[in-house]
């Protein structure tokens, strides 16, 4: 049992916890070691291993080849996404560190950060830390071209649609990175835009 663990257990003693509902909500606040330290990761380049690493078994998952990091690809109606799974070949941060990057790297692209919070559960066995980026595009009207709408009204652009990253740690280890796309489909909307382009910008 971590010293977690054992905090909660001190909290909340032999009281019936309910798994689906967070024992703690807040909003993310990073520390200064933790900014330190993120920064000196992104501003020395640290991350580019880990970007190219991830992004080389991207590709080799969507040919259905062997790869040495287990990237997941993630598609469903309306959503598309990958997601990584802690390896050693990482130091314990740095899961971490990228789920800030992809996070500022995405406000690059004209998007708002709409919320960013954690959320930690008692999963009986073990706590589980879910930390979420949620980011929307900036609202931008856009003329349609050609046929593209049916009264010929003004569209919505979506660019690549509402983007959710998640990093989630187990027993304050790290455990995985979810980065998910959810857009939508109708005539209000401009066509969402490529995801492996995103993906290009994003890790190569």
Request: glycine share 4%.
């Amino acid at each position: 049992m971590s010293l977690f663990d054992k905090l909660i257990s001190g909290i909340f003693g032999t009281h019936k916890v309910n798994s689906t509902i967070p024992l703690v909500e807040e909003e993310i606040k990073r520390h200064e070691a933790y900014r330190s330290s993120y920064f000196k990761w992104v501003n020395e380049g640290k991350y580019r291993w880990l970007t190219q690493k991830i992004y080389q078994n991207y590709l080799l998952k969507k040919k259905n080849e062997a790869a040495d990091l287990q990237v997941h690809l993630l598609k469903s109606s309306g959503a598309g996404g990958f997601a990584v799974t802690y390896s050693l070949l990482m130091d314990e941060k740095e899961l971490q560190y990228l789920f800030d990057y992809l996070k500022d790297k995405v406000l690059n692209l004209n998007y708002k950060l709409y919320t960013s919070d954690r959320r930690i559960f008692d999963r009986k066995e073990y706590v589980e830390t879910i930390e979420k980026h949620y980011l929307k595009p900036i609202t931008e009207r856009i003329a349609p071209t050609g046929s593209e709408h049916p009264e010929n009204k003004e569209m919505i652009n979506q660019r690549y649609g509402n983007i959710l990253i998640e990093y989630i740690s187990v027993d304050e280890k790290p455990s995985f990175l979810r980065f998910m796309v959810h857009y939508y489909s109708d005539f209000l909307y401009t066509p969402v835009q490529s995801f492996d382009d995103l993906v290009d910008y994003l890790l190569d």
